[in-house]
């Protein structure tokens, strides 16, 4: 039997991904950084799971793997070289152009992630926009580039790039967003179409549901927001979060007895 000084890092990631309590997981994840430090996706999950407590941790795990992603760059640029000088180097394969490109690629993209963790949204866009240039495949970061442009209020720029997402990825979640930055944009009436986008390009499932309730809330419709959160919550009774949006629309609207019903349904769910 395995005891846990003989583990390796694979045994540890896979204890993780088995593992249900969260302590015992993120002790996972820490033994696997001690084997390799220079993780930067455990480190990435490690942040993750501090930022529920504690937001220094989570910074410092983000910012640790911000310098495990640049150190990976740097290997794959060497060995690249390497091979360059070498046509016979062990990675030949590995790194032919294609390869290294969209490999590239998928790190920056995890680096841009960390710096928007970070809230380090100029350096998040400059390497989604680099993941994107070097795999144009990577269309969701059009959408991160727009969600970062709106952290930094640079609503112009937010619009054009959720425009450019929209393009490769008609979907009512792009929609949603893409009015929310017209209406901080103070484009009202583009906004409301976009809800109206939102709301029409939905499906039936809980998600969709929820996204509805969102629009109709921004165009004014109480009656249509609580239905379709009340739908949301049928088909997903485990989401807390529905059940939270439903809790404060009862208490915005004066209804403590129905506010206090979902405010308990949630206090029950959190003791199981």
């Known amino acids: 039997m395995m005891t846990s000084e003989t583990y390796g890092k ?18 996972c994840l820490e033994n696997a950084l001690l084997i390799d430090p220079d993780d930067g996706d455990v480190w ?20 640790m793997a911000v310098k495990a992603y640049s150190k990976l760059l740097k290997k794959i640029q060497s060995d690249a070289t390497k091979y360059l000088k070498s046509q016979t180097f062990p990675l030949a394969e590995e790194l032919k152009t294609e390869n290294v490109l969209k490999r590239n690629s998928s790190i920056l993209f995890s680096q841009a992630s960390a710096y928007y963790n970070l809230e380090m949204y100029s350096l998040a866009i400059e ?21 970062a442009y709106d952290e930094l209020e640079q609503m112009d720029n937010a619009i054009k790039f959720m425009q ?7 979907r009512y979640q792009s ?12 484009e009202i009436d583009l906004a409301q179409e976009s809800y109206w986008n939102c709301i029409e390009k939905a499906n039936d499932d809980a998600d969709s549901c929820y996204y509805k309730s ?14 379709f959160l009340k739908i949301a919550i049928e088909l997903d009774p485990d989401k807390v979060g529905y059940k939270l949006d439903l809790a404060v629309f009862y208490e915005e609207n004066n209804n403590e007895k129905l506010a206090k019903k979902y405010y308990d349904l949630i206090h029950k769910s959190k003791k199981k």
């Open 127 to 147: 390497h989604y926009l680099k993941s994107y240039e070097l795999n144009p495949e990577a269309t969701l970061c059009l959408h991160y580039v727009a969600e």
């Open 10 to 27: 694979s045994d540890w990631l896979e204890k993780y991904q088995t593992a249900t309590n969260p302590t015992i997981k993120r002790e």
């Open 175 to 186: 929609h949603y967003c893409l009015g929310g930055y017209y209406w901080k944009y103070n």
């Open 164 to 170: 450019e997402y929209i393009k490769t990825n008609d």
């Open 214 to 227: 969102l629009a109709f809330y921004m165009l004014g419709s109480k009656t249509n927001q609580e239905a």
């Open 44 to 63: 990435m999950t490690l942040g993750d799971m501090h930022n529920t407590n504690s937001k220094n941790k989570a910074n410092y795990c983000w910012k």
